[in-house]
T-cell receptor, first 114, second 111 residues
């Protein structure tokens, strides 16, 4: 079964540093997403990406965040200057579009900002 | 704004009993309602979903019901087993394919 792959699985970074989280969505999927989950809380929408541009973003997704699909396969989330409250599990998801299919989530990147 | 409420937040049942988790959504444009199971430290996994033109769907021990008028949908697990223990999330999805998740239910099945 096709998978969404995320790397790294765990990243520890100093406050103020930039991090890039990487995702390889399923190859024939058209919609791409980043979600985050603070420990013990619900999964929160960050951003959706379709047709090489952001289609929607949440209030969480401020100027410190950016996404890219640089080469047609990777889908990256960059946090420019990390804060302690950015510590969370970040999930990438992809979706083919149309009817009858749910998202496929990646296995997540646990980001710890110290 | 868009919101999905989920109850209960924790649920303990004896093995073999049924478990019911309920969600209410606010966006009347929502037309797709997936349920995810998340084991500790792992990604959410889709277990069942329902579209707005259907009132009920069943897959072995798992069923989902939808009441569009009341904006309620529920997950029913029958004959629960210890391996059903996990956190379950409902979600409501509109035409933009953005998932709004509920707050999660921690289900514990006691052997």
């Amino acid at each position: 079964e096709p998978e969404v792959t995320q790397t790294p699985s765990h990243q520890v970074t100093q406050m103020g540093q930039e991090v890039i989280l990487r995702c390889v969505p399923i190859s024939n999927h058209l919609y791409f997403y980043w979600y985050r989950q603070i420990l013990g809380q619900k999964v929160e929408f960050l951003v959706s990406f379709y047709n090489n541009e952001i289609s929607e973003k949440s209030e969480i997704f401020d100027d410190q965040f950016s996404v890219e699909r640089p080469d047609g396969s990777n889908f990256t989330l960059k946090i420019r200057s990390t804060k302690l409250e950015d510590s969370a599990m970040y999930f990438c998801a992809s979706f083919r579009g149309g009817k009858g299919y749910g998202y496929t989530f990646g296995s997540g990147t646990r980001l710890t900002v110290v | 704004g868009e919101n999905v409420e989920q109850h209960p937040s924790t649920l303990s049942v004896q093995e073999g009993d049924s478990a019911v988790i309920k969600c209410t959504y606010s966006d009347s444009a929502s037309n797709y309602f997936p349920w995810y199971k998340q084991e500790l430290g792992k990604r959410p996994q889709l277990i069942i979903d329902i579209r707005s033109n259907v009132g009920e769907k069943k897959d072995q021990r798992i069923a989902v019901t939808l009441n569009k008028t009341a904006k309620h949908f529920s997950l029913h697990i029958t004959e629960t087993q210890p391996e059903d223990s996990a956190v379950y999330f409902c979600a409501a999805v509109s035409g933009t394919y953005k998932y709004i998740f509920g707050t999660g239910t921690r289900l514990k099945v006691l052997a």
